[in-house]
């Protein structure tokens, strides 16, 4: 039986008239979607206030004001600050943390079809399903036009959407949050997209296994699994294991369920065997992790999955601060595995 403070992996339903295929906003922190979810939905996430650490895909890192990231449809996500509850065990509350642009893959492929100019976008679409995080220049350069988006009108609000999306190609020093993963999925899509909205549905549970998917989907247990690890440079049980754990450490920072009702409630029946994919995909033990919660992370390389089973991990980028950064700070946030800081 699953805690009250216990969620499950929620789908974001995004609200948006039918004359638009897009909307911007920002929001206060905590908000009803700051958890781990997903949504069919392609997203621009950018942080204006406060730091901690970010959870995309396969990949966790550490957040700054000024990170902003592209994801592509169905991507769990989520930020949590640090210190999201105080000694004395009150929410933290930050007003305007989250600046969001949440758009219809119908309404990028119409861009691409009528707009010939904005053809470039489509790299970034493609792109955007192993996430993408841009530098802090280009971040400080697309928060005004993000924030004007959110409140203009007719025309204008079409033409900073592509003013905003402009300087996204032009960051060359964006980088991949999960680069094992492919961007160009062609037909594949469709499926793929079924095989983690399941996923993201059920994770918690605790019968669910990668045969059970496989039944679902119509495939031989062997060739689902070769399908999934060349589309997610993972195997299915990895990534399972991954939602899992990602789920634990919001429980971690942000309720005060115990260790062992979170271990039950987020999928795992044997308490080992959630401690043990624990240390290995964070790099602590679960009580380790709450008690250090309220320090400063300090975080490694960001760690796709198949780094978590001995790959290469990619040095982390720290890019040069910008001029005219308004009231963001000039650097974005590097994904490393969790460590902590010694006071």
């Known amino acids: 039986m699953k805690s009250a403070a216990m969620k499950d992996l929620i789908r974001e339903v995004i609200v948006a008239p039918l004359d638009r295929g897009f909307l911007a906003f920002s929001h206060d922190y905590p908000y009803s979607y700051t958890g781990w979810h997903y949504h069919p939905e392609y997203e621009l996430h950018l942080i204006q206030r406060s730091s901690g650490s970010f959870f995309v895909g ?92 959110a409140v203009a009108e007719g025309p204008e609000k079409l033409a900073l959407f592509f003013t905003v999306f402009a300087t ?92 062992t009702s979170i271990c039950y409630d987020i999928g795992y029946d044997v308490l080992s065997t959630f401690n043990r994919n624990f240390a290995r995909f964070i790099g602590v033990s679960p009580s380790d992790f709450r008690h250090q919660r309220g320090l400063k992370w300090r975080i490694e390389p960001g760690m796709p999955l198949s780094a978590a089973a001995g790959g290469k991990v990619d040095e982390p980028r720290r890019p040069a601060p910008s001029a005219g950064a308004h009231s963001l700070e000039d650097r974005s946030g590097t994904g490393r595995p969790f460590q902590a800081l010694t006071p």
């Open 168 to 259: 996204l190609v032009g960051d060359e020093n964006r980088r991949l949050l999960c680069p094992g993963l492919p961007t160009d999925l062609g037909p594949r899509s469709a499926r793929l997209n079924s095989v983690l909205q399941y996923i993201a549905e059920n994770y918690n549970n605790p019968n669910l296994t990668c045969g059970m998917i496989a039944e679902r989907e119509g495939m031989p247990l062997s060739t689902f699994s070769r399908f999934f690890e060349k589309n997610l440079n993972c195997s299915c049980l990895e990534y399972i294991n991954r939602l899992r754990i990602y789920k634990a450490c919001q429980l971690l920072m942000e309720t005060q369920v115990p260790i």
């Open 58 to 149: 396969t990949y966790a890192g550490r957040f700054e004001p000024g990170n902003l990231v592209l994801m592509g449809p169905n991507m769990p996500h989520m930020w949590v600050s640090d210190n999201s509850f105080s000694e004395r065990e009150d929410r933290l509350f930050i007003h305007d943390r989250d600046m969001a642009l949440q758009f219809s893959g119908t309404f990028a492929e119409r861009c691409l079809q009528v707009f010939a100019d904005a053809a470039p976008f489509g790299k970034l679409f493609e792109q955007s399903h192993s996430g993408i995080e841009f530098s802090a220049a280009v971040s400080a350069e697309v928060a005004g036009p993000l924030r004007r988006l």
